[in-house]
């Protein structure tokens, strides 16, 4: 069974430039959730994707977008970087939209110049 | 406001302590309590609790919820510096749209 994994492991970036983090899910898993954890902070929940569409969203603006695909496997897209957005970005997958356990991937870690 | 406030902040003790770590919360429409340790970067799960008073054990670890006080607390009794990491809190809300939201979790250190 393979774990949720994410890409890239690391990324620097420059105010005002766009990113896209990946997430691969766990085996089975159809639901995909994005956290951003600042430093010496939990994560805090960006959005979730169900069936390929947007299943609720936390308090982020809308620079902050996703995609999931057929294979369950998503993208989160950030535009417009503010130094703000250095963090670890999460992804974590569960096995149905309304089961509570979810299993985290090993995150990306952004840092914005 | 749906809140999850764990304390203490950060602990240092010394292999062989038994820590209790603890973890309130005020969230509407709870579910479950869920327990993560995180090392490096990934969270791995510990517990997840949803019924009052029953206590969940593996290995040194356990943990109860009280969901009437709204707190739960982890055990960890004859500590390692394996056990050195963040221990994140978390609680699942809402019907289809539900989520998990974190305390800002305790930092562990165990040293030899």
């Known amino acids: 069974e393979t774990g949720v994994t994410q890409s890239p492991t690391h990324l620097i970036k420059t105010r005002g430039q766009q990113v896209t983090l990946r997430c691969s899910s766990q085996?089975?898993?159809?639901?995909v959730s994005w956290y951003q954890q600042a430093l010496g902070q939990g994560p805090q929940f960006i959005f979730q994707?169900?069936?390929?569409?947007?299943?609720g969203r936390g308090n982020f603006p809308p620079r902050f977008s996703g995609l999931q695909f057929p294979n369950y496997s998503s993208e989160l897209n950030v535009n417009a970087l503010e130094l703000d957005d250095s963090a670890l970005y999460l992804c974590?997958?569960?096995?149905?939209?309304?089961?509570?356990?979810?299993?985290f991937g090993p995150g990306t870690r952004l840092t914005v110049l | 406001e749906d809140k999850v406030v764990q304390s203490p902040l950060s602990l240092v003790v010394h292999e062989g302590d038994t820590v209790t770590l603890n973890c309130s919360y005020e969230?509407?429409?709870?579910?479950?309590l869920l327990w993560y340790k995180q090392e490096k970067k990934a969270p791995t799960f510990l517990f997840m609790l949803?019924?009052?008073?029953i206590e969940k054990k593996s290995g040194r670890l356990s943990s109860i919820l009280d969901k009437k006080e709204l707190f739960s607390i982890l055990n960890i009794t004859a500590t390692q510096t394996g056990d050195s990491a963040i221990y994140l809190c978390?609680?699942?809300?809402?019907?289809?749209?539900?989520?998990?939201?974190f305390g800002k979790g305790t930092k562990l250190s165990v040293k030899p």
């Open positions: 949803t019924s009052s008073g």
């Open positions: 085996s089975g898993h159809n639901t």
């Open positions: 974590a997958s569960s096995f149905s939209v309304s089961a509570n356990e979810q299993f």
């Open positions: 969230v509407t429409n709870f579910r479950s």
């Open positions: 994707y169900y069936r390929e569409e947007e299943n």
């Open positions: 978390a609680v699942y809300y809402g019907g289809s749209q539900g989520n998990l939201i």
